[in-house]
């Protein structure tokens, strides 16, 4: 299951991105926001979909709002969540293969339909290559544990 989240600024490239998912029959929870008219708080957002992941609902997940960058700043707030806002196709790669991001986050404002969903599919279709990475990850962890009270 993908979890997917925008506030009011990421909703035009939210339903876009859902489609693609469905297109390629993947199953999707939508947590909203489900209209670009009225303005939210995109921290409620990138909690929600944040919290899927760490519960096991949801595998990973992709978050938008204008820029990307509140919505992933709330998300990577949430112990164990890995967002990475991305603005290209190697960042995306990146994202999976170095930093095993659990999220991507777009800025709505920021990219176009078409590269946005190329950025989606990238980062979809990319696996973490684990070895010299996973100890860096473990070290964000030994970040995340020094600071949980
Ligand atoms: C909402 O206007 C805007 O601030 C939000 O979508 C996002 O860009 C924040 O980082």
Redesign the pocket.
């Known amino acids: 299951m993908i979890a997917v989240g925008s506030?009011?600024?990421?909703y035009e490239l939210k339903e876009p991105i859902i489609k693609y998912l469905m297109d390629r029959e993947l199953e999707v929870k939508d947590f909203g926001a489900f209209d670009g008219e009225n303005?939210v708080d995109?921290p409620d957002y990138g909690l929600a979909v944040a919290e899927s992941i760490i519960s096991g609902e949801c595998k990973r997940g992709i978050i938008i709002?204008?820029?990307?960058?509140?919505?992933s700043?709330a998300a990577n707030k949430v112990p164990g969540i890995r967002a990475a806002l991305c603005t290209d196709c190697y960042m995306a790669r990146m994202s999976r293969e170095h930093n095993n991001a659990n999220i991507l986050a777009l800025?709505?404002?920021v990219l176009g339909k078409g590269l946005a969903l190329q950025i989606v599919e990238t980062w979809l279709d990319t696996e973490f290559t684990g070895e010299r990475h996973q100890k860096r990850l473990d070290k964000i962890t030994g970040i995340e544990e020094k600071y949980i009270k």
């Not at 506030?7 to 990421?10: A, E, S, V, W």
């Not at 709002?65 to 919505?71: L, P, V």
Request: charged letters at 10%.
């Open positions: 506030d009011h600024g990421g303005s995109y709002c204008g820029t990307g960058i509140g919505i700043i800025g709505s404002r």
